[in-house]
């Protein structure tokens, strides 16, 4: 049972366990035998709770959510990939392409599980075995690139750098025993633009494991986001794009805040 974390302290990484008493150095392997070891100063710069090998992404999979874009229900799930640049911490900067320029940047709250060991055919009742723990996401979204320049595919408006903030720690699975009863909301500059539940997913945690286990091995450390509840920003009339200067926080019950500000790319 424990909440981990990594840190950035004076230029080198630390993974943390928080002890009830304080950070303490995670000692050992985090996805094997470990234990809390010395003390440490929490730093102002938080990183993402993991390093993943991949980044696995379910779209469609909140019912209202597919009712707001106007979809039909999906048999099976909607998958798409982030590729592992996206990630970014707790208080590090979400940024607006500038290069690459988008008009429609986009927030998505997202419950995210981490996987804990090596798997392949996970069986849905066993699905919960093979989890570490989870956080909180944001999919960040550039609606135009997604959408209209993407040449029918999502990965370019998904994938730029930090398009996938992640924490501000990770929950291990012990402490969340049922990950589809947890309130989870976005907040936009402090206004609340998405709540709902994830019991409003149509595949639920142990279902999206056995579905992408299904002849793919799943390394330790890998991501699955599970998809976002309604109120997105291209849902909305007129549509809420992402500006320089807002700030986006996404709040998963039992996990915790994880907040970035948006600023323009520095070219």
């Known amino acids: 049972m424990a909440r981990i974390a990594r840190f950035e302290i004076a230029g080198n990484i630390h993974t943390a366990i ?10 050992g392997d985090l996805f094997g035998q470990h234990s809390a070891g010395s003390p440490i100063e929490v730093p102002d710069k938080r990183l993402s709770p993991i390093e993943p ?52 940047m986009d927030y998505e709250c997202e419950l995210a599980i981490i996987i804990g060991k090596r798997c392949k ?63 989870i909301s976005t907040f936009v500059n402090g206004e609340k633009l998405q709540h709902s539940n ?7 945690v142990p279902t999206l494991i056995e579905f992408l286990s299904a002849s793919t091995t799943l ?12 109120g997105v920003g ?5 549509p809420i794009w992402l500006k320089s200067g807002d700030s986006v926080t996404i709040e998963i019950e039992k996990i915790g805040a994880l907040t970035n500000p948006v600023v323009d790319e520095p070219l």
């Not at 039909?72 to 909607?78: M, N, T």
């Not at 291209?234 to 007129?238: D, E, F, H, L, S």
Request: net charge negative; proline share 7%.
């Open 219 to 230: 390394l330790p450390g890998t991501v699955i986001l599970t998809g976002t509840p309604s």
């Open 234 to 238: 291209v849902g909305r009339k007129p």
């Open 121 to 183: 055919n996970v069986s849905a009742e066993s699905a919960l075995e093979y989890v570490l723990g989870y956080t909180c996401a944001n999919d960040v979204s550039a609606r135009d690139w997604q959408m209209e320049w993407g040449g029918s595919q999502w990965c370019r408006g998904k994938s730029f750098d930090t398009f996938c903030p992640l924490g501000p720690e990770l929950i291990t699975a012990d402490e969340l025993s049922s990950p589809n009863e947890l309130e």
């Open 18 to 27: 928080d002890t009830g008493e304080g950070w303490h150095q995670l000692e």
């Open 53 to 104: 090998p991949a980044i696995f992404c379910v779209g469609l999979n909140y019912r209202a959510h597919a009712v707001e874009v106007g979809a039909d229900l999906p048999e099976r799930p909607v998958l798409f990939m982030k590729t592992v640049n996206t990630i970014t911490g707790h208080g590090q900067n979400i940024e607006i392409p500038g290069q690459a320029t988008s008009e429609k």
């Open 198 to 204: 994830t019991s409003d997913m149509i595949f639920d």
